[in-house]
């Protein structure tokens, strides 16, 4: 799922954090606000570390230690990107974490994960990833294809009868490619949410169907095949289209494919459950430019659903990335089916593929991966097919800034080039 921002317009939550009327938690005269230029010596510290977690009494500035996979140049670069993250761009928390497919790597930390205990964030932590749960989906749906129980150029129609009707949206005319790739023109339904729906209760359930007639009560923003168009809606019916085929919802299936094969501990499809299990930093949204932060934190995940809703930590996007682009869990013919890219019109040369992007890196290649933006954080993951991956995460999201976004983008340049 993913959030209005200045530059990026994705959807609509923006409104709904504004709305919600969730205590303040920073007076107006803290480091953690837009306009912060400076930060005390453990609110600006960058922590590394591949050992033990310090306690919350420790200062955030700890020794630091080079993992196998990055020299001390590599680390001094994340260091300040990191650092402007928690400072100058109004953060309050950042991690980068940073591995290779032999098994180096290192995790870094600046800031705080809670604004009222000054508690540092820590290297273990889990945070919601919003739209990187689209990567997950789509593989199930490779998967699925891989199978020949789906066919990527049918229409949505087979899998789904009846349900993509009205105002124009028809799923006899729209492909299950075009689902998983943005070019369905089926509309976003984050752009039509009323926030004061959701405010009746935050913790209510939300039923996937009724949240894609949500979109489809309004026309389709073109005709399918024919532009591209980031739309939530799509991977709330790829996650519908998993469950009518497998008869499994589609954390189920995330789980018996993805999660349990690969080992990730840390990795979730929360359902209808409130709280971030485990290790996490605290989720804040600021509603303004010169507003307070709130928290955010805790939020029923099903207003997301298959487009946004899962939890995860940097090790586990990590290790996920790398066996996706690393072809462990795809057959070659679908993983080049997902690694075939359409542009987006985006000048930062950002291509979409089925549910994974690329992007160029200023020392040759590309970063695959994807981005998302859920109430409360904001995460940016990437690999490249020669066995990097870097994962970010802010707890900030939405009332981020741009020079937010452009940092977390050049801490996973940065990460991936390494040395090069």
Same mark, same amino acid.
């Given at each position: ?92 928390? %950042?991690? #980068?974490?940073?591995?290779? *497919?032999?098994?180096? &790597? !290192? /995790?870094?930390?600046?800031? @705080? +994960?809670? $604004?009222?205990?000054? %508690?540092? #964030?820590?290297?273990?932590? *889990?945070?919601?990833? &919003? !739209? /990187?749960?689209?990567?997950? @989906? +789509?593989? $199930? ?280």
């Amino acid at each position: 799922m993913n959030v209005v921002k200045r530059r990026r317009v994705r959807g609509g939550f923006l409104t709904l954090a504004v709305a919600m009327g969730v205590a303040a938690v920073a007076p107006a005269d803290t480091p953690w606000r837009n306009t912060a230029a400076t930060a005390t010596a453990a609110e600006s510290g960058v922590a590394e570390s591949t050992a033990a977690e310090p306690t919350a009494a420790e200062s955030t500035m700890m020794g630091s230690t080079t993992a196998t996979s990055t020299n001390a140049a590599d680390h001094t670069r994340l260091r300040a990107l990191l650092r402007r993250l928690t400072t100058v761009d109004g953060a309050p928390g %950042a991690l #980068v974490e940073v591995r290779n *497919r032999h098994g180096g &790597g !290192s /995790v870094l930390t600046s800031g @705080v +994960a809670d $604004v009222k205990s000054h %508690a540092p #964030v820590r290297r273990d932590s *889990r945070f919601r990833i &919003g !739209s /990187v749960t689209k990567p997950f @989906v +789509a593989t $199930v749906v490779l998967q699925l294809v891989g199978e020949r129980r789906v066919v990527l150029d049918a229409p949505v129609e087979r899998y789904l009868p009846g349900v993509v009707r009205g105002h124009g949206n028809d799923g006899r005319r729209i492909t299950v490619r075009q689902l998983l790739q943005h070019t369905s023109g089926v509309p976003d339904y984050l752009a039509h949410l009323t926030p004061q729906e959701i405010l009746e209760d935050p913790l209510a359930h939300h039923d996937i169907r009724d949240l894609v007639n949500i979109a489809l009560a309004h026309p389709p923003t073109f005709k399918p095949g024919t532009g591209w168009r980031y739309s939530n809606t799509g991977y709330l019916l790829a996650g519908m289209l998993i469950e009518k085929v497998t008869g499994h919802p589609y954390g189920e299936e995330i789980h018996r494919r993805i999660i349990a094969p690969l080992g990730l501990r840390e990795t979730y499809v929360p359902g209808d459950a409130p709280s971030i299990p485990g290790p996490h930093p605290r989720g804040y949204a600021r509603p303004g430019e010169d507003a307070p932060l709130m928290d955010v934190t805790e939020i029923n995940p099903t207003v997301a659903g298959p487009s946004g809703s899962m939890i995860s930590s940097g090790t586990d996007l990590n290790r996920f990335l790398d066996a996706l682009v690393g072809g462990r869990l795809l057959g070659p013919a679908q993983l080049r089916q997902m690694m075939n890219t359409r542009p987006t019109g985006n000048p930062d040369g950002r291509a979409y593929g089925l549910g994974l992007e690329s992007r160029p890196l200023p020392c040759g290649g590309l970063s695959w991966g994807h981005t998302g933006d859920a109430l409360g954080y904001e995460t940016m993951g990437g690999a490249t097919v020669e066995g990097r991956q870097a994962t970010v995460m802010v707890n900030l999201d939405p009332g981020g800034s741009d020079a937010q976004d452009d940092d977390m983008k050049a801490a996973v340049r940065a990460a991936l080039c390494g040395s090069r």
